[in-house]
């Protein structure tokens, strides 16, 4: 019928108005849209009110999310300074913004495309004096930052060794990533940093202020306070930003998060791209709640999956499913594949470490010559993929051995380390009294109390007298040259000195036990032990990591020309290595061949993460093995040992809890020779792998036969300590609760716990232990110890 419809009149008028060249814009070809799948579509073309793109491994996001934009600006639905799309790093940002201008011929209007903290700075400058800044405030580093820490911490005359700067400085950066300032911080949190944190917080605030300047944490935490105190500036913003974008949003903090909502209230049309499985930055603030309440914060949100995986293969991402599955706090989706099947996960267990890095240099190799049943792989195809950095040590040392190029991505090789550096320059100068470099590299790591001046001192006087640094120091503090606390402190240093040389003079000195008592009295081990930063931890494990590396050498200049002849070999040569990294480091990345070495219980899933979170910490780690698996295009190994050195000690190893898991009917388990008696058919019921470990005929191994060998060829200087499991209650120790002690096997410790002659210990190195009182020592006797 053509005639006149009152009913459509009556709509048409009540319809909002779409005006013409909106209409138009909208009605125009729009290409981009056909290179989609079904799922990132509907991502795309749900324009009106809050999306969550929630975004599986390899599915395609980044593509989603930048077509997204496109579509708003060929539909006309927004203007390029209308869009505020935010990501977490620079990288990200430069992608994101160059895949829009190839796009769209040009993306130079997209005014707030960036990072969170580079878009903040922008909103910053413009109200800076609404936070007692003016626009033209410097933003510190962290060395600036810490140097004001320092400042305000001697001021207030707290003692710098118990409670360290960098300790103030992380929580402080923790308060900020919560958008806390100093008077919003919770009575809860009131006994940080020994009931000094928030007034020390609140003058720290006032320095930057009379500075003129922010720290990282600031650029967010402003914004976030002048958005919430003054109205008319937030509802600016919210009505130049018609639509916003955010890109890995399980990674937010609670700062991110007000910053965000603050900003999504009046046009509500915020589209938020992320992974709750892959949300593996809590330890830095990222709080995964965000994304799983989603759909509550923003309520009529639209929830689109992005299960469709063009990376790995159906093989790989079964296994990743299965195991990201035993987490409780997820959203869920299905990844899948339209890939040929290609090869199972590969299982493979190895008798220690050591073996496990040549199996997989091995391995490598023979991928890269295609000997194997593979078409061959370059280099560049390959990666090592550890839950902790002191893991890369055997696989460098191998690599280095049989001469495989390889590169460590987000970090310094194993000996550049700043931790391992130092410690071997302790080595350095405990053999060779005349290595001035050396000396000058740890005269004053720890603090010793010495300035410029002191040390210009001690070259002046080794200078004049024609000796070495260490003699000068000698000379200097007989003369009387160094007073007041660096005099005690550098006398303790060259007398340490003096006395580990002539252990290293001895013909059958213990090594490695001197190497900890070297790194135990020079106060370097407890150094990084109060270092609360995050790095610390890693730090302290290196240290142990590159003890133990000393095992497999007669004595400490064995190893020092070790290191010296493989590190002057290496070279930045050009062309194809494999790639070694951290699984946080991973994120992002994929690569055809992946390795995961070390899935061992308290390695990964890491125990200490446990220990501090629980199960939120278990859940974290499951949510790294998930990451590290889709990181595989085809080919993905996970290995593990069953037994591992720690600082010389052979401690059994169970199979990380992940491993059972994986879904047996995608895994092929590999046996190596001898190591399993026979291994296990992949045609067979698969039993777990603590059954079959337990059932092994492992004592015919290279792996124990290697053992027993470097057992026989170990000093036997030490005394066996006695299986005494009686406790005489009568006997009355002479340590007490809180004392440092020494035990010949377990090394350096403290006394928690003493019941009669038994003493509960807990080790820097073995951990908690129970020992007979008459096997151990006040520490500070322990120089007197023959090597």
């Not at 390029?80 to 790093?89: G, N």
């Not at 990072?115 to 109200?127: A, D, G, N, W």
């Not at 003890?547 to 002849?565: I, P, T, Y």
């Amino acid at each position: 019928m053509n005639g006149y419809d009152e009913h459509d009149a009556y709509e048409a008028a009540a319809a909002p108005q779409v005006p013409l060249s909106q209409r138009a814009l909208a009605a125009r070809p729009a290409p981009y849209l056909d290179d989609l799948n079904p799922a990132q579509r509907a991502a795309v073309e749900a324009m009106d009110g809050p999306v969550l793109m929630l975004a599986g491994a390899g599915t395609g996001k980044t593509k989603a999310l930048t077509t997204r934009i496109v579509h708003m600006l060929n539909t006309g639905r927004a203007q390029p300074h209308e869009i505020l799309a935010v990501t977490f790093t620079n990288k990200a940002a430069r992608e994101m913004k160059d895949r829009v201008g190839r796009m769209i011929g040009n993306a130079e209007g997209m005014k707030w495309m960036g990072t969170f903290h580079s878009v903040s700075v922008k909103i910053l400058r413009r109200h800076a004096e609404l936070v007692g800044l003016k626009p033209n405030f410097t933003i510190l580093d962290t060395d600036d930052q810490l140097r004001l820490l320092k400042q305000l911490v001697t001021a207030n005359g707290i003692d710098e060794k118990r409670w360290p700067p960098k300790m103030l400085a992380g929580i402080i950066d923790a308060w900020k990533n919560r958008a806390w300032t100093p008077e919003k911080v919770p009575s809860s949190e009131a006994a940080a940093y020994n009931n000094r944190g928030t007034e020390l917080y609140q003058q720290y605030q006032d320095r930057l202020r009379t500075l003129n300047a922010t720290d990282f944490g600031d650029l967010l935490l402003h914004t976030v306070t002048i958005f919430q105190t003054h109205s008319d500036i937030l509802q600016q913003y919210q009505r130049w930003f018609k639509f916003i974008l955010v890109d890995e949003y399980q990674d937010t903090n609670v700062a991110q998060y007000l910053w965000l909502r603050l900003l999504a209230q009046a046009h509500k049309n915020i589209c938020c791209v992320g992974d709750d499985d892959q949300s593996i930055y809590g330890w830095r603030g990222a709080e995964v709640g965000n994304i799983l309440r989603f759909e509550a914060d923003f309520p009529g949100s639209h929830v689109v999956r992005l299960e469709q995986n063009y990376r790995s293969t159906p093989h790989i991402l079964a296994a990743a499913s299965a195991v990201i599955a035993g987490n409780t706090g997820r959203l869920g989706k299905t990844l899948w594949t339209e890939e040929k099947d290609g090869e199972k996960i590969r299982l493979i267990g190895h008798w220690d470490g050591e073996e496990e890095a040549r199996w997989i240099g091995d391995e490598m190799e023979a991928l890269q010559r295609g000997t194997r049943h593979m078409d061959p792989h370059s280099l560049d195809d390959m990666a090592i993929l550890v839950r902790a950095s002191h893991q890369m040590r055997a696989f460098e040392d191998r690599f280095l051995t049989i001469g495989l190029p390889y590169r460590v991505i987000g970090g310094p090789r194993f000996y550049e380390r700043l931790e391992i550096r130092d410690a071997m320059a302790y080595f350095r100068l405990a053999i060779s009294p005349e290595d001035d470099l050396a000396f000058e590299r740890i005269v004053n790591t720890p603090k010793r109390g010495l300035g410029d001046k002191a040390v210009q001192n001690i070259q002046r006087t080794a200078r004049a007298s024609g000796m070495s640094l260490l003699q000068g120091a000698r000379q200097l503090l007989a003369d009387g040259g160094i007073g007041g606390k660096g005099a005690g402190q550098l006398r303790a240093f060259v007398d340490g000195m003096d006395r580990w040389h002539i252990a290293t003079l001895q013909p059958d000195y213990n090594h490695v036990e001197l190497a900890e008592v070297i790194l135990e009295e020079s106060g370097y081990t407890a150094m990084w032990q109060n270092d609360k930063t995050p790095e610390g931890p890693g730090r302290l494990e290196n240290l142990k990591e590159l003890v133990k590396a000393l095992d497999n050498f007669e004595n400490l200049q064995g190893f020092l020309e070790h290191v010296s002849l493989i590190m002057d070999n290496q070279t930045e040569e050009q062309g194809a290595k494999v790639s070694i990294m951290t699984l946080h480091a991973a994120k992002g990345l994929e690569f055809p061949a992946v390795f995961l070495p070390g899935w061992e219980d308290g390695l990964f899933p890491s125990q200490r993460s446990m220990d501090e979170s629980g199960t939120k910490g278990l859940e974290e780690e499951r949510r790294l093995a998930y990451v590290g698996i889709t990181r595989a295009e085809a080919l993905c190994t996970i290995s593990f040992a069953s037994n591992r050195r720690v600082y010389g000690q052979w401690q059994s190893q169970l199979p990380s809890r992940f491993i059972d898991e994986l879904p047996i009917a995608h895994v092929d388990i590999l046996t190596p020779p001898g190591l399993y008696g026979g291994g296990f058919g992949a045609a067979a019921p698969a039993p777990r792998l603590e059954e079959r470990v337990a059932s092994a005929d492992v004592y015919n191994s290279p792996g124990w036969r290697r053992m027993q060998e470097r057992s026989a060829q170990r000093p036997t200087s030490q005394p066996r300590e006695a299986k005494n499991t009686v406790i005489d209650l009568a006997a009355v120790s002479s340590f007490t609760r809180g004392d440092r002690v020494f035990h010949q096997k377990f090394g350096y410790g403290t006394i928690e716990g003493i019941e009669g002659d038994k003493l509960d210990v807990a080790f820097d190195k073995a951990g908690l232990k129970k020992v007979v009182a008459g096997f151990v020592m006040p520490a500070d006797q322990a120089h007197d110890l023959p090597f």
